[in-house]
């Protein structure tokens, strides 16, 4: 049983510090923060969730019943995540290739004790707690010192695919959409790190701090981390409302403001970026209508341009309703891998992004969020991330692009680059 109290912050910035600094004694960890992006679908503001009292974690294998039945039994907070190759799960599809990190397929736990920040009004949410447990532990973030060093070796990181093998896969899959296989795919490259050693909560605050994305996310399961900067949502459930919202389309930031406008207005204007964000806009919308009510399915927002710190983005939002019966994880797996990750026609898609790829996606162009007691739930999209296993000392970040007939392979290759650039400099390569 959980019984919450409220409390009002005076500082809400210097407050989110102290919280992700004393989360950092905590085995499973997941906290996620807005940054203040405004947001039409938005619960809160800030969320923590550590300590598991119960937990999951398995491989693909019957993942999503596993899943629905832990979700139906708990009927309680769930955080945690979805893999890209849950679509093994899904479909008959394989993923055979080069793993350093070696995270569970899937993972979600029902934390003990939980923060929820909306405004500067925070409500702590504890499993089975007593009063001077959630006082002491208020006195013990209140006071805490968040300027603590740490310390980080040198990153020596390398590409997976050089610059000439990443055109010549480029080049075989638009093969692949001449000869009417696909006509979009999600081509992903792997930079990684070995014999490494970071601290984790440094390089999610600098990365962070750097993105302000709506989407952000430090996880912790034990020695696996993500450090996300994710400004895409996979899916959120609002009682009988379903809202995905996909990214296909991205631009340069300028320090000048009328060229920064130039790049924002070729965004909006740009037919090769439109069409691939409609492609994906078509798909998600036929993945909805699996579990919709009919007729329900809308585009509520086409190719409409949002900006961040570090980039410009296409998102549109496609929404629809479902029936009261049915089940929160049921609309996960019809919907998963989330379009704008996979390609058209999805099937087809995913095995040829698994021909040509080198890495085993994992976490990557996965999901991280949670579900509530009622069965509502939000996640991201995994991209913009670091990957550290910190006992295998293996780091990874990938990065990708749409692949359409109108793409250029040497262009492709450059949006990599500038999606990458984030993780690059508060990684400090050498």
């Not at 500082?11 to 004694?25: E, P, Y």
């Not at 490259?189 to 909560?201: G, H, S, V």
């Not at 939000?378 to 295998?392: C, G, P, T």
């Amino acid at each position: 049983m959980r019984t919450s109290i409220v409390k009002t912050i005076t500082d809400s910035d210097q407050f989110k510090h102290q919280l992700l600094t004393w989360a950092q004694q905590f085995r499973e960890v997941v906290y996620l923060d807005s940054n203040h992006y405004p947001q039409k679908y938005s619960s809160y503001d800030c969320v923590l969730a550590v300590d598991a009292f119960t937990l999951i974690q398995t491989d693909y294998h019957n993942a999503f019943e596993d899943l629905k039945q832990y979700q139906q039994q708990t009927k309680d907070w769930l955080f945690g995540y979805l893999s890209y190759d849950l679509k093994n799960d899904i479909e008959k599809l394989t993923s055979n290739n080069f793993d350093g990190l070696h995270f569970p397929d899937l993972f979600f736990f029902q934390p003990k004790k939980l923060f929820f920040l909306k405004g500067n009004q925070l409500e702590i949410c504890y499993l089975n707690f007593c009063d001077d447990e959630i006082t002491d532990d208020w006195n013990e973030i209140t006071s805490l010192d968040t300027n603590l060093s740490q310390t980080t070796s040198d990153i020596n990181i390398r590409q997976r695919i050089t610059k000439k093998e990443y055109i010549e896969k480029v080049t075989q899959m638009l093969g692949h959409i001449h000869r009417g296989d696909i006509y979009e795919a999600n081509f992903c490259m792997e930079f990684y790190a070995e014999n490494t050693t970071i601290a984790p909560l440094g390089i999610f605050s600098k990365l962070n701090a750097i993105s302000e994305p709506p989407f952000a996310v430090f996880f912790r399961n034990h020695t696996q981390y993500l450090l996300s900067a994710s400004p895409e949502r996979y899916i959120r459930k609002e009682g009988n409302k379903i809202i995905s919202q996909p990214i296909k389309g991205t631009a340069k930031r300028f320090e000048d403001p009328l060229q920064d406008e130039k790049s924002k207005q070729e965004l909006a204007q740009s037919a090769k970026e439109r069409s691939e964000n409609i492609m994906i806009v078509d798909l998600v919308r036929n993945d909805l209508a699996h579990t919709s009510t009919k007729g329900s399915v809308k585009v509520e927002e086409l190719c409409e341009i949002y900006t961040f710190r570090q980039v410009h983005q296409m998102i549109s939002t496609v929404v629809s309703e479902v029936e009261p019966t049915t089940q929160a994880v049921t609309i996960l797996k019809t919907t998963f891998p989330m379009g704008s990750m996979t390609g058209a026609p999805k099937i087809s898609a995913m095995q040829i992004i698994e021909s040509l790829e080198e890495t085993k996606r994992g976490l990557y162009s996965g999901a991280v969020g949670y579900f509530t007691p009622n069965g509502d739930f939000d996640f991201n999209v995994i991209i913009r991330s670091i990957l550290y296993n910190s006992h295998e000392q293996y780091l990874s970040f990938s990065v990708g692009s749409a692949i359409t007939a109108e793409a250029t392979p040497e262009k492709e290759y450059e949006e990599c680059l500038l999606k990458a650039n984030a993780m690059l400099n508060v990684l400090k390569i050498k």
